[in-house]
């Protein structure tokens, strides 16, 4: 039982941390960014063969990773998505098929397999109450944590941070002071990128890099947000925990396989009884009133 | 006019994050009577009508049509019961030449019923439609597309839309709104119309003095929260009104 | 600054077209053939190929074709007359699959009627699914459309029931015991006479119908339409399902075709390959997206040694043409039948 709750604890964290870059982008800008996923394991490879292949120190590495990956998600936005911005459609579209395209290129040039690997921060485990947990996982929860706290400080205490905010819940009174829509989507994306590349640099190495976990990194992210109600941070958070601690106990109770019938039951769920997420604004739900 | 209400709102409020949009308003409109709602900008008269025909749910309060409890019912429910509404930037179905617009509504289940008989051909129910709002017959007009009307065919048009349910109440957001004055003296006489055909009328308008003429009560809004009803002198000379309108500074 | 210089293009219809518009069509057999011809010349085209050119290779290229057809005009409907972006073909596809294929495999129902049967339970499920989606943004059909399918392949490859890794084999062919030619023949036509059959309907429903006059304004301005005392959530459901009958068809077909049902047919494939044919067609049109999947798919053919650097080759001409080319390639066709451009002075 305890084994359960401590994993649930850490499965959740771990989809809060996946997830963060999705809903900021999608908060701030209304953008759902379908590249997620695939931002994420490029991020990892890229860091992987920063580290490996050029033999880098792992610091950079994983710094330059992050910084290209932001790069390429305001990339994205600047060339592609800039052209069709407003018709949401074709956003949708667009990012999805950049993910596509990234992910079954890389599944081409041969990144697949468990040779690639990222290292673990530190390596050995710990038993806490006969429950054995690996150092990692712990680096994972510390980090993760602080992540969070760092958003929110950021968020609510800072210049950036507030501004973004302000765009998230008007987006036009925003505009009126001077923002400019575009600069700030493409800083959103380019943040979002950047935070899936963290979540995966922490989150990576604890198991392989394959294309598939770009789709179901996507898969998952898009679950925990319309849980937690698209666009809300807060709320993105305790869905994941939410989530992560079902799929703990429903491995545990049903059977291993069944991890991932429980994120479809409560996307079902959710739909049904409060489409707009837990904390989701339901004004979110209709196009205008 | 009889004096049975058709309408009454009770205590409704609605807000929006931290801001109350509506604030505990409470009114009674009698069948078959024009009803004003006025007040400054960002009173809240668009929310309250947007709660009342269903578009928003309100936080407390309740709406009673000819007696049954309509509060938070979904709009196509509360406009099967007979309230239509026209909205406040008009903006009827684009693509569809300007008579197919009326035929949208005639889809409905309560025109159905209504048009019983009739019903064979919904084209010619809307160009009749058209013609009673005042397109005239015989031109080419009605079969433009509606995005290439000018704006005084366009509330017409959403008149049209909701003589399509043949409502007992239409509730009108700014009809006049963008109108010159010529093309608002020659809408007023179809809302007389209206109203003579036993149509209750509620108004939320910004040209009061067109709206005086019609209107036989009229209530005032400020901020969300009703400041003032009565008939129009009443409300006019009231100087609670008169402070919302000019601001407390003495000129 | 030299005025006289500035000059801008205009575009005016062809003087034939002027001449074939209402009833004066009739009026001679060049106006009547300038309609007709884009419409009757390919659909001929299409049913002679699987006579003209026996063999097997290219009837299974006209056949695959028509299969992403059947699920572009899907994504085209909905998009088009709904407003909705439906992200997972593979949905309804890998729905009517598994249904047709599993009455066959575990009830042993003949495939002429599993094959309807397959088409409406699974276009209903379908529906049912993305009910709770449909009065909210349309990002969330786009995301559920997304989810579910790998939702549906992880599900049946976990807990192992229809089949699970391997799937369903050893279904009925439809075609048999009838003798070469004719199998080859009789598969092709019943996806090409779906295709078209597709083709035209919807076309029609979208132009002619009352749910086609409700839809588009739905589309349009929802808001006047609900209250105009319309229930959108019904409308809506219904072009759902309408939509998603010729996609689940294709499934069921596909599961007759190869005699067999598995994992892959929630592949990804089958969302990406039809939008990207209706994005390279031209969107808007269900003949566009009919149009793209004829060129994708076959080009599709020649890149089989890239594995699946294909799915990769269909996402960037999906970018390239919804970025550079947004009107895709029959808008444009049309355009240029339909009209003439020159340069005039200002």
């Known amino acids: 039982m305890l084994d359960a709750l401590i994993y649930g604890l850490i499965n959740g964290l771990i989809l809060a941390l996946i997830t963060a870059g999705f809903t900021l982008c999608y908060s701030v800008s209304r953008l759902p960014n379908f590249a997620h996923g695939a931002l994420y394991i490029l991020a990892g490879l890229v860091a992987w063969t920063l580290f490996n292949s050029l033999g880098l120190n792992y610091v950079l590495s994983v710094f330059c990773s992050l910084i290209s990956t932001a790069f390429i998600g305001a990339a994205i936005y600047w060339l592609l998505v800039m052209r069709v911005r407003g018709m949401e459609a074709s956003e949708i579209i667009v990012t999805f098929a950049v993910a596509l395209l990234m992910m079954e290129v890389l599944r081409y040039l041969g990144f697949v397999g468990p040779k690639f690997t990222l290292p673990v921060f530190v390596s050995g485990s710990i038993d806490i109450l006969g429950v054995t947990v690996d150092y990692h996982r712990w680096v994972i929860v510390a980090l993760t944590a602080a992540l969070m706290l760092f958003l929110w400080f950021f968020t609510h205490n800072t210049k950036v941070g507030l501004a973004l905010r302000a765009i998230a819940q008007d987006e036009r009174a925003a505009m009126m002071l001077g923002i400019d829509s575009d600069l700030v989507a493409s800083l959103s994306l380019a943040f979002g990128s950047a935070l899936a590349a963290l979540a995966a640099i922490i989150v990576l190495p604890l198991g392989a890099i394959t294309v598939e976990t770009g789709y179901s990194v996507l898969i998952m992210a898009v679950a925990v947000a319309i849980l937690g109600g698209l666009g809300s941070m807060g709320g993105t958070f305790i869905a994941a925990l939410l989530l992560g601690f079902s799929q703990q106990f429903a491995m545990k109770l049903v059977g291993p396989q069944y991890s991932m019938v429980v994120f479809m039951a409560a996307i079902v769920l959710v739909l049904i009884i409060k489409p707009s997420g837990i904390f989701g604004k339901t004004k979110e739900l209709e196009e205008r009133v | ?251 | 600054m030299a005025l006289s210089e500035v000059k801008r293009k205009e575009r005016i219809d062809r003087p034939i077209k002027v001449h074939s518009d209402d009833m004066y069509v009739l009026a001679s057999f060049k106006t009547m053939l300038y309609l007709a011809g884009p419409r009757i010349f390919p659909a001929l085209t299409l049913l002679i190929i699987p006579l003209l050119v026996p063999s097997v290779y290219t009837v299974r290229v006209v056949i695959a074709s028509c299969v992403i057809a059947m699920l572009a005009m899907n994504f085209d409907f909905l998009l088009h007359s709904v407003g909705l972006v439906s992200l997972g073909g593979a949905l309804f596809f890998g729905l009517g699959a598994y249904t047709a294929g599993s009455l066959n495999y575990y009830y042993g129902i003949n495939p002429y009627i599993t094959m309807p049967m397959g088409t409406l339970i699974g276009a209903a499920i379908a529906t049912l699914l993305l009910l709770p989606c449909l009065p909210l943004r349309g990002i969330y059909f786009a995301l559920v459309t997304l989810i579910f399918p790998l939702f549906f392949s992880k599900i049946i490859e976990a807990t192992l029931i229809l089949g699970g890794t391997d799937g369903l084999i050893g279904i009925k062919s439809m075609v048999e015991g009838f003798p070469h030619p004719f199998d080859l023949w009789i598969e092709a036509y019943l996806i090409i006479s779906a295709t078209l059959l597709t083709l035209f309907t919807l076309r029609r429903i979208y132009r002619c119908t009352d749910l086609g006059l409700v839809l588009n304004a739905i589309k349009d301005n929802d808001q006047a339409v609900k209250a105009s005392g319309i229930n959108i959530t019904l409308y809506k459901a219904l072009a759902v399902f309408i939509a998603a009958l010729p996609s689940s068809f294709a499934g069921a077909y596909v599961t007759h075709l190869y005699n067999w049902v598995g994992l892959s047919h929630w592949s990804l494939d089958y969302s990406i390959l039809p939008i990207a044919a209706s994005v390279v067609g031209g969107m808007g049109t269900i003949a566009g997206p009919m149009l793209g999947s004829f060129i994708l798919v076959p080009l599709a053919e020649y890149l089989r040694e890239f594995g699946s650097l294909r799915v990769a080759f269909y996402a960037m001409a999906l970018v390239a043409f919804i970025v550079l080319w947004p009107e895709g390639i029959i808008n444009w066709l049309s355009r240029k039948y339909h009209q003439l451009e020159r340069w005039v002075k200002v």
Do not use: W
Request: proline share 6%; with cysteine.
């Open chain 2, 1 to 251: 006019m009889s004096s049975q209400l058709i309408l009454e709102v009770i205590g409704l409020s609605k807000s929006f994050g931290g801001v109350k949009a509506v604030d505990g308003v409470s009114f009674k409109v009698r069948k078959g009577e024009v009803f004003g709602i006025i007040g400054p900008n960002g009173s809240g008269k668009t929310t309250l009508i947007n709660t009342i025909t269903g578009f928003v749910k309100p936080d407390k309060g309740k709406v009673i049509f000819k007696g049954v409890d309509i509060t938070g019912k979904p709009p196509h429910e509360i406009a099967g019961m007979g309230i239509a509404r026209t909205f406040q930037t008009a903006r009827p179905f684009l693509r569809l030449p300007a008579y197919k617009n009326p035929v949208v509504p005639l889809y409905s289940s309560r025109a159905r019923k209504m048009f019983l008989g009739r019903y064979g051909d919904r084209d010619h129910v809307a160009l009749d439609l058209l013609e009673e709002v005042g397109f005239e017959r015989d031109s080419l007009t009605p079969y433009k597309p509606a995005g290439t009307l000018p704006h005084g065919y366009l509330k017409r048009l959403e008149l049209a839309r909701c003589l399509a349910l043949k409502p007992e109440v239409i509730i009108t957001d700014e009809v006049f709104s963008g109108l010159s004055a010529a093309e608002v003296a020659s809408i007023m006489p179809l809302l007389e119309k209206l109203n003579m055909s036993g149509i209750t009328l509620i108004m939320i308008e910004h040209r009061l003095r067109e709206l005086f003429r019609l209107a036989e009560r009229v209530m005032v809004l400020e901020y969300g929260v009703k400041i003032a009803e009565g008939t129009p002198s009443e409300v006019v000379g009231n100087e609670r009104v008169k402070e919302a309108y000019m601001g407390t500074e003495v000129m």
